[in-house]
């Protein structure tokens, strides 16, 4: 049988991104689930192998094209200048994941009719979709965050059809691919005014909703519905199975497995943009506590990062607006509330790389560190649950992993807090340097 590239190299190693069903000439491509994982499935009848797809998806790309050590200023990017702050209006603020600044200023952005429309992602019973939205209204029902493939890169493809100019919400993943699809389309770089990224440490396969389900409601109940995470500070998600809903603390969202990165998607494992460093305007959450700036619990704040002069313009025109309130933080505090997810990147991400390009996996290892051999490790185990069906049902019904990463907690945190402070310096040197 001829092999296809995209099959072959990432398969269901996929991250669900979008871009190679943008790029595609051929409309040869379709993003879908199947057994519980995303993966891109070829048309061959249409297919003529021209590989468009494969240099544009990011998962190809950071297994085997980027430097196997990504230097630390990549995963944090040049930012200049960076703030946290939460959205003025008190319903965005509290609906939204963090602060709701996104929301702000993409509502801002509207209302000042800087743009005509916003291309975002909406959770649609399982499966999250791209959408178009016109109108600030309509804002509001999509806020929150979603932990789950977004394939908004998709939606790149309806911006030449549109009329008039758009804010793009994305991953990294899906940034860096726009912006690699603006670099050779001069049509669709005018077009697109601002692209709004949001921090991603990783996102969940599908299976992982099959996993919850169980946990919390028994073996043999299936997941038929998910929301976004959002409200009222950090939020929940509400999951809605064949033995009825449940709504998830945002913190039992992310327990063990996902924190390992075991549930992620493959490709996730190999990705060092962690910050979305090409966007014009960077958000995540503010999770450190810094007394001064979190004095209400159940309240979120963003942290917002200018990447582009562009978009520090917007922010300063939506805070002059009143739309937003902002402290400028320093670019050490910055990385400070990302800490954990940068130094995850920085320690896994070159010997991912290495293991995925050498193949020779003892050989690849020898010379590093027992801790460093471990970290190596959890990539099989997410790619055995990936490819084994049978392996994830064990999960469900044992939960021995769990178990044993909860035995293992409080020497995993002694470990990883000891490399956070490594990263922490090398980090803040690295920024001093740019
Ligand atoms: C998968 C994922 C991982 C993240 N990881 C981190 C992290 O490690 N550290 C951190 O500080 N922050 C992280 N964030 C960002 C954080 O959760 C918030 O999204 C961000 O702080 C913006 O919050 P807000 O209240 O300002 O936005 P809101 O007002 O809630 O608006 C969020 C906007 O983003 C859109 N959106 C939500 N999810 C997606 C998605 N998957 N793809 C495209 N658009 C989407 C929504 O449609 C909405 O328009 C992550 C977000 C996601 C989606
Ligand atoms: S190889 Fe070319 S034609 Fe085939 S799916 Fe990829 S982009 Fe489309
Ligand atoms: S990661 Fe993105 S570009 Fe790559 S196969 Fe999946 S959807 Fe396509
Ligand atoms: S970790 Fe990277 S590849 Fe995975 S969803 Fe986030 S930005 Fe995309």
């Given at each position: 049988m001829p092999e296809y590239t995209l099959e072959k190299y990432v398969g269901t190693d996929c991250v669900g991104c979008g871009s190679c069903v943008a790029v595609c000439p051929y409309d040869a491509i379709a993003v879908k689930i199947q057994d519980d994982l995303v993966q891109p499935l070829l048309d061959r009848n249409r297919c003529?192998?021209?590989d468009l797809c494969v240099e544009n998806c990011p998962v190809f790309r950071n297994k085997?094209?980027?430097?196997?050590r990504p230097d630390v200023s990549r995963i944090v990017g040049k930012p200049y200048r960076s703030f946290i702050g939460f959205a003025n209006n008190n319903r965005i603020r509290a609906n939204g994941?963090?602060?709701g600044v996104a929301t702000a200023l993409l509502k801002h952005l509207l209302d000042e009719e800087e743009i005509d429309y916003i291309i975002t992602a909406h959770q649609h019973k399982l499966i999250a979709q791209p959408v178009i939205l016109k109108e600030s209204k309509d804002l509001f029902d999509v806020q929150g965050s979603i932990y789950f493939p977004s394939f908004i890169t998709e939606a790149s493809r309806e911006i030449l059809s549109n009329p008039g100019k758009c804010a793009v919400v994305g991953l990294p993943c899906q940034i860096d691919s726009l912006r690699r699809m603006e670099a050779t389309r001069k049509r669709l770089r005018e077009k697109v005014y601002v692209h709004l990224g949001l921090f991603c440490s990783h996102i969940n396969e599908y299976w992982y909703l099959r996993y919850l389900s169980s946990y919390y409601k028994g073996l043999g109940c299936n997941p038929l519905a998910v929301s976004s995470r959002h409200g009222s500070w950090p939020g929940s998600i509400n999951l809605e199975t064949s033995c009825g809903s449940i709504t998830i603390p945002h913190p039992k969202v992310w327990g063990n497995i996902p924190l390992l990165h075991l549930s992620s998607p493959f490709g996730c494992l190999f990705c060092d943009n962690h910050m979305n460093t090409n966007s014009d305007i960077a958000l995540g959450t503010l999770?450190?506590?810094?007394p001064r700036v979190t004095n209400k619990k159940d309240i979120g704040k963003s942290v917002v990062t200018a990447y582009t002069k562009h978009g520090l313009t917007i922010i300063e025109d939506a805070k002059r607006k009143g739309e937003v309130s902002l402290k400028e933080i320093s670019a050490k505090a910055l990385i400070g509330t990302q800490i954990a997810s940068i130094t995850a990147k920085y320690l896994g991400v070159p010997m991912r790389r290495k293991i995925i390009r050498h193949r020779h996996m003892m050989e690849t290892i020898s010379g590093f560190p027992i801790n460093y051999v471990l970290i190596s490790l959890l990539p099989m185990i997410n790619s055995y649950l990936g490819r084994r069906s049978e392996l994830r049902r064990m999960l469900y019904k044992y939960r021995l992993l769990e178990r044993l990463l909860n035995l293992y907690q409080t020497k995993m945190q002694r470990l990883l807090l000891k490399a956070t402070s490594k990263v922490m310096r090398i980090s803040t040197t690295a920024l001093h340097e740019l």
């Open positions: 003529s192998k021209c085997y094209l980027e430097p196997i994941s963090s602060g999770r450190v506590l810094i």
